[in-house]
């Protein structure tokens, strides 16, 4: 099982952002801008735990080196359902230096985008905090 997926699956916040590399660049479904930076990406990915409710991943496709891996997840948002997928690269020391996320349908794009913009204040004051 990929490490990432693992550490989601376990609920292991700390395991995950230890996966992410420094220079990591983070892509939002629902904002156009990407983010750099690990704190930030590690702030984002607090929060969505917080947000998304009953999620699992129900399938993995890796290419053959395992630099590049898509996860594909079922989750709610509140009453809306939604399927995703993150998209990840890992660069040569096995971190996680591109982290791409896909939403649908359009209607829990825009629960999940509600729901992240009103903790998006207390994100950016958590990133701003870590080094």
Do not use: W
């Amino acid at each position: 099982m990929n490490p990432f997926r693992k550490a989601v699956e376990d609920g292991d916040h700390a395991a995950v952002v230890g996966l992410l590399a420094e220079d990591v660049v983070f892509t939002s479904p629902v904002v156009f801008k990407p983010y750099a930076g690990k704190p930030i990406t590690a702030a984002i990915l607090g929060a969505v735990i917080e947000v998304f409710e009953d999620f699992h991943y129900i399938r993995e496709i890796e290419n053959p080196d395992g630099r590049d891996v898509v996860l594909v997840f079922e989750a709610r948002v509140g009453d809306r359902a939604l399927q995703g997928c993150d998209i990840l690269h890992f660069d040569e020391d096995g971190h996680v230096d591109e982290l791409t996320v896909m939403v649908r349908p359009l209607s829990a794009a825009q629960a999940l985008q509600a729901a992240m913009a009103a903790r998006f204040e207390s994100v950016e004051k958590q990133a701003s905090g870590a080094s």
